[in-house]
Nanobody
Framework: VQLQASGGGLVQAGGSLRLSCAAS????????MGWFRQAPGKEREIVAA???????YYVDSVKGRFTISRDNGKNTVYLQMNSLKPEDTAVYYC?????????????????WGQGTLVTVSS
């Protein structure tokens, strides 16, 4: 199983980026998927997650600015990030648990994407 994340880059504060995570080796239609991030010197934290039925969760700091979505036909999950702030600067990872119908939290993650760097300049 591989998760291939892409879409990171350098953007000015207030700008937007769209991250993509393409899964291969398994069909993730019945799996929750999530995006985590890790800033320098900080622990990895969950940013957003989508369940197998497309229910969503967002950490408070990104609510109203980020949107997670999934295209099961393409086995891909997206993270649309708007109104970016310098504190959003981090390496972003997509992730999935090992079992279907399981919530995605850091302790259930079995598969990680390679990470994509998002840098927001002030």
């Amino acid at each position: 199983v591989q998760l291939q994340a892409s879409g990171g880059g350098l953007v000015q504060a207030g700008g937007s980026l769209r991250l993509s995570c393409a899964a291969s080796g398994r069909t993730f239609n019945s799996y929750a998927m999530g995006w985590f991030r890790q800033a320098p010197g900080k622990e990895r934290e969950i940013v957003a997650a989508t369940s197998w039925s497309s229910n969503t969760y967002y950490v408070d700091s990104v609510k109203g600015r980020f949107t997670i979505s999934r295209d099961n036909g393409k086995n891909t999950v997206y993270l649309q990030m708007n109104s970016l702030k310098p504190e959003d600067t981090a390496v972003y990872y997509c992730a999935a648990p090992n079992r279907p119908n399981t919530i995605v939290i850091i302790t259930t993650v079995a598969f990680w994407g390679q990470g994509t760097l998002v840098t927001v300049s002030s």
